[in-house]
Nanobody, 120 residues
């Protein structure tokens, strides 16, 4: 089993910055891709960004140039640096981790969610 604990959410003014963290613990063998989804009322769930174990990254068009995902493999932690925040970034952000087990099926684990509110 893998547990993901998120932190770093909060209230920020438009144009401000936040840094989200997601730390994996437990049976963290063969963690592959980690990333972030977000969910806001009345909006489609959106894959914000993800990063592979080798460091390859991908971003939603809505956040390109503003958000940066990074990963510390030694600490099994993924980060999301969010700059130039806009009100439309307001959402609950969920991190996830994909795990390829030594013999069993792949698994996806989810964090508890952290609220990001961008408002003046």
């Amino acid at each position: 089993q893998v547990q993901l604990v998120e932190s770093g959410g909060g209230l920020v003014q438009p144009g401000g910055s936040l840094r989200l963290s997601c730390a994996a613990s437990g049976s963290i063998f063969s963690i592959s891709t980690m990333g972030w989804y977000r969910q806001a009322p009345g909006r489609q769930r959106e894959l914000v960004a993800h990063i592979s174990s080798s460091g390859n990254t991908s971003y939603a068009d809505s956040v390109k140039g503003r958000f940066t995902i990074s990963r510390d493999n030694a600490n099994n932690t993924v980060y999301l640096q969010m700059n130039s925040l806009k009100p439309e970034d307001t959402a609950t952000y969920y991190c996830y981790a994909n795990q390829n087990g030594p013999s069993g099926p792949p698994r996806t684990y989810w964090g508890q969610g952290t609220q990001v509110t961008v408002s003046s």
